[in-house]
């Protein structure tokens, strides 16, 4: 009998594929840092009944007409924005992700990331490396504190709570909006709902842990930023998208509001060039929140899990519903 083909978009530890290599034959884009090119793609999983792809490609009706095979697609990544579901529903094809593998580790790259924005840390960094380090001095990179104010988190979910659990060791003040209220995280986190509009106009940090849908697209516009104290600081770990990134420039430029944090943005790669990374206060990783050696490894497990559990006639452990 002819195994399963499995077609993986990146590189992998091959260790992880030792347990189903007797079952499956993995054809993989061997590269680790370049996507796979879509052509490539297209022509060589052709074949495959699963595909294990990254947040880099986009599977969407095109793509899906020319892999006539594909039975299940697993997105090493919580979010899926990048796969057009109703199209792979469609086909009959199960997609699955991966949540919770990566909750807490996304929740530290979260709050260090606002640690890192109030308190200057890069630029602090980049000082004395710079060899700029003359004196001490009582307001020398002075930022602004974290502990005992209020953080307004957009998105209470799995990511949102973990950073509601980290905020409440800083004795803050949690907010949170989601389309519906979560009466059990009020309860065991001591968070408070807002309307989006309240939240943003009380919060000193405001951050972004909603998935990209055509809800959420620009959430973070001009109005947005207008509601923003002016002394607040916006971080976004989840995706470029849900932020009007020229109303953020001008937000930042004309001091509407004191900085900003961002791990993701609209167009990834950011340009080296981009006006967002010519600001002091802007604080750009590129999206790395859950960027652990461990939880990497953790992701591929689950996405291997799903992929061969589906081909095997069994449900995947995180179908996306
Ligand atoms: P989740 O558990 O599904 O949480 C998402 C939350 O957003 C839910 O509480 C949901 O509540 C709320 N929400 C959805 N649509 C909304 C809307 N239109 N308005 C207001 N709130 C809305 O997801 P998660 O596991 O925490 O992950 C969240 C996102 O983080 C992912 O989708 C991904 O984009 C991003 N992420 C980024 C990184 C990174 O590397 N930077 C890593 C992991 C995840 P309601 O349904 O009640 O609205
Ligand atoms: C990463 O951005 C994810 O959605 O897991
Ligand atoms: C600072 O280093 C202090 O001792 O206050």
């Given at each position: ?20 290599q ?13 996507p796979?090119?879509r ?13 294990i792809?990254m ?91 974290v502990?005992?104010?209020?953080i ?31 009466e ?12 989006l ?39 976004n ?16 430029k004309?001091?509407?509001i ?18 967002l ?15 652990s050696v ?21 449900r ?6």
């Amino acid at each position: 009998m002819n195994k399963p083909t499995i077609y993986i978009t990146r590189s992998i530890p091959a260790k992880l594929l030792k347990p189903y290599q007797e079952h499956f034959t993995f054809i993989c884009w061997e590269k680790e840092e370049t996507p796979v090119p879509r052509e490539v793609l297209i022509k060589d999983a052709k074949h495959a009944d699963g595909l294990i792809c990254m947040l880099t490609e986009e599977i969407d009706d095109a793509f899906l007409d020319n892999v006539q095979r594909l039975q299940v697609i697993a997105n090493l990544a919580v979010g899926y924005d990048n796969i057009d579901i109703h199209a792979s529903k469609a086909r009959n094809i199960i997609i699955t992700n991966t949540p919770d593998v990566l909750t807490e580790t996304t929740a530290d790259l979260g709050f260090g990331l606002l640690m890192a924005t109030a308190r200057r840390l890069l630029e602090a960094n980049d000082f004395i490396k710079q060899g700029k380090w003359q004196h001490w001095a009582p307001y020398l990179l002075a930022g602004t504190d974290v502990y005992n104010k209020t953080i307004g988190i957009v998105g209470m979910g799995r990511i949102g709570k973990a950073i509601a659990r980290r905020a409440k060791g800083f004795s803050m003040n949690i907010l949170y909006h989601n389309r519906s209220r979560d009466e059990i995280a009020e309860e065991k986190l001591g968070v408070t709902y807002l309307g989006l509009n309240e939240l943003l106009s009380e919060a000193d940090f405001v951050v972004s842990v909603v998935p990209l849908t055509d809800e959420t697209r620009n959430m973070f516009d001009a109005d947005a930023f207008s509601m923003m104290k002016h002394s607040a600081i916006f971080i976004n770990i989840s995706r470029g998208g849900v932020v009007d990134e020229t109303a953020l420039i001008q937000a930042l430029k004309e001091e509407q509001i004191a900085a900003a944090g961002l791990d993701v943005f609209s167009k990834e790669p950011l340009p080296k060039n981009h006006p967002l990374l010519q600001m002091r206060n802007v604080v750009a990783l590129p999206h790395i929140g859950s960027a652990s050696v461990e939880t990497r490894t953790n992701m591929w497990n689950l996405c291997l899990e799903n992929v061969t559990r589906v081909l095997s006639g069994k449900r995947p452990r995180t179908p996306v519903e």
